[in-house]
């Protein structure tokens, strides 16, 4: 998605720096949601760190230290995970992929129905 140039133009809006960083992250966080509905896999996958995310702590801490001590993540991937779980961006995000799946199935109900 093109956004235009950082400049006061008559033919486009200014957007700062600040404008268009969030606008691309929005974005990113849409292609992320429906790439979680395409992917079932993905969408249980976020949907259990929701679950997690709503547990007790010492619960999520031994759940996270479980997938530490399998081996299957990298560092980086750790520490994504901890995050999304600690600070509930887990549920946030499902909820999110949930309202966007809502949006697509009433759209198809509209597209059928006419």
Do not use: W
């Not at 994504?80 to 992929?97: D, N, P, Q």
């Amino acid at each position: 998605m093109d956004l235009g140039p950082l400049h006061d133009d008559k033919k486009r809006p200014y957007l700062d720096a600040d404008i268009l960083g969030d606008l691309r992250t929005k974005q990113q966080l849409l292609a992320a949601a429906c790439q979680c509905l395409e992917d079932h896999g993905a969408y249980i996958f976020f949907d259990g760190l929701a679950s997690l995310a709503k547990m007790e702590l010492d619960t999520r801490e031994q759940f996270l230290n479980r997938f530490e001590n399998s081996g299957t993540y990298r560092a980086d991937e750790l520490a994504a995970l901890r995050r999304l779980v600690m600070s509930g961006g887990a549920s946030a995000f499902k909820e999110f992929v949930d309202h966007i799946r809502e949006i697509k199935i009433e759209q198809e109900i509209q597209e059928m129905a006419s």
